[in-house]
């Protein structure tokens, strides 16, 4: 891999470690130490998310205009400014405001993270999107370890070890990333000069992906959430179900290289990668629907970290296929702002669905949700065959 691509990697890991020291733990923090219902949660981590639906469609554009290095070092600024406040004052409602601004400055980072890590290794296809996603899950398992065994003791630590790894993050961008040549000059041409009509099918192709790809983290989400304070009523602690994703990030870097030799072998196209993907999800959420201790848990999340490891690097791979070229920001912005938008609803679905009705109502309609997202990723690519087969026959 290109040396680029490597401090890509490792300031990803570094900030999503940051990250999930505390975003596990949102809902638990919320309802269980400042006293508000799962609803009034939900309501919070949706303000999270829509900033970063926001932030993300920003940082695409901006990333297209600007180039990476800028585009990280603004949503770096704004997230650290936040986690500084939200170090000092994280009561209610002084967390609301904090956690949103978070969210903004996070999604203006994430877009030029993957474009970049798309533009630096070309050849590599797939295999530099893998890499990011195995950087992610790095930082998924020692931030939840770590952040499990710090909100024991306190969660003002939590808040605190956020801030200091979004510092590291910083001094690896300002270090690392300003000699990554993306030129943006010549992607704002190539914007100006691109022929919208012809691409309009790619991005319409990208649309029907990413509505199936949503319904996905509506589902993953309750994970953080609803499932989260499931898990401390029924008497599992917190260091336990921070060991959940701290399971769920290891298996993902340990079992990447298994799992390519898989894929490899079975020569499957993303498409179908995506669709085993969700089917695995089915059955995690159903063992999960029927679990009553911590090995059932556990047992579920070892079912979907395999789930999520066929899915969550092929939806931003195909973005970057299906992209014209100086629209590779943009389209990376489309597929974060959309799993973010999964990760917006789906507190607020789950907080509704538990408050008035019940825990097994709610993974009966995910499960609905996954069928749906089978259907749409079956057909997202029809658009596609249509016009291909169109031109064959002109020619």
Known sequence: MPRALWLLIIGMAVNVTGNSFLWPLNTIYIHDHLGKSLSMAGVVLMLNSAASVIGNLYGGSLFDKIGGYKSILLGIGISLAALIGLTFW?????????????????????????????????????????????????????????????????????????????????????????????????????????????????????????????????????????????????SISLSQYSLLWTMNGALIVLGQPLLNVVLKRLATTLKVQILIGIAIFIISFLIAGNAAAFSGFLVAMIILTIGEMFIWPAVPTIAFELAPKGREGFYQGIVNSTATGGRMIGPLLGGILVDLYSMSILFFVLIALFVIAILTTLVYDRILKKEKQFKVKLT
């Not at 943006?184 to 790619?202: E, I």
């Open 90 to 234: 994280h009561g209610w409602p002084e967390y609301i405001v904090f956690l949103t601004i978070v969210g903004f400055g996070s999604g203006v980072t994430f877009p030029a993270m993957y474009a970049m890590a798309g533009m630096v290794w070309k050849e590599g296809g797939r295999k530099a999107f893998n890499a990011v996603y195995i950087a992610q899950n790095l930082g998924v398992a020692v931030g939840a370890a770590l952040g499990g065994i710090l909100a024991d003791y306190s969660f003002e630590l939590i808040f605190l070890a956020n801030t200091v790894m979004y510092i590291i993050f910083l001094l690896i961008a300002i270090f690392g990333y300003k000699g990554i040549s993306i030129d943006p000059a010549k992607q704002a041409n190539s914007v100006q000069d691109a022929a919208f009509v012809k691409n309009r099918k790619n991005l319409y192709a990208l649309l029907i992906l990413c509505s199936g790809y949503l319904l996905c983290w509506v589902g993953y989400v309750q994970w953080m959430t609803t499932i989260a304070s499931y898990t401390q009523e029924i």
